[in-house]
């Protein structure tokens, strides 16, 4: 399963999900987060920290999200936790 850089604009496509979010940590503009300022990679790891650092109303307050958005984001973050490794992505970032 090949899989796609999702921020806008960028189409980069990739063998492994691992080497995605590695790319969208260190070939795209940080951000910060709309609900308590840290400034974190875009992507898959800005989606992280948004729903296990704050809660979903937090969420949708601070970005202006419906619940589509938000089961978008779920359903992402469960499709690449089902198979990332998460612990090489770290160690990688490092």
């Known amino acids: 399963m090949a899989w796609e850089c999702g921020i806008s604009g960028c189409g980069s496509v990739f063998a492994d999900v691992e080497s995605a979010v590695i790319h969208q940590a260190t070939e795209h503009e940080r951000r910060e987060?709309?609900?308590?300022?840290?400034?974190?990679?875009?992507?898959?790891?800005?989606?992280?920290?948004?729903?296990?650092?704050?809660?979903?109303?937090?969420?949708?307050?601070?970005?202006?999200?419906?619940?589509?958005?938000?089961?978008?984001?779920?359903?992402?973050?469960?499709?690449?936790?089902?198979?990332?490794?998460l612990e090489s992505i770290v160690t990688e970032l490092r």
Do not use: M
């Open 33 to 85: 987060c709309k609900v308590c300022g840290t400034v974190v990679p875009d992507g898959y790891l800005a989606i992280r920290h948004a729903f296990t650092e704050h809660s979903r109303a937090e969420y949708v307050r601070a970005y202006g999200a419906n619940s589509e958005d938000v089961r978008k984001r779920e359903e992402l973050l469960e499709e690449i936790e089902e198979v990332a490794d």
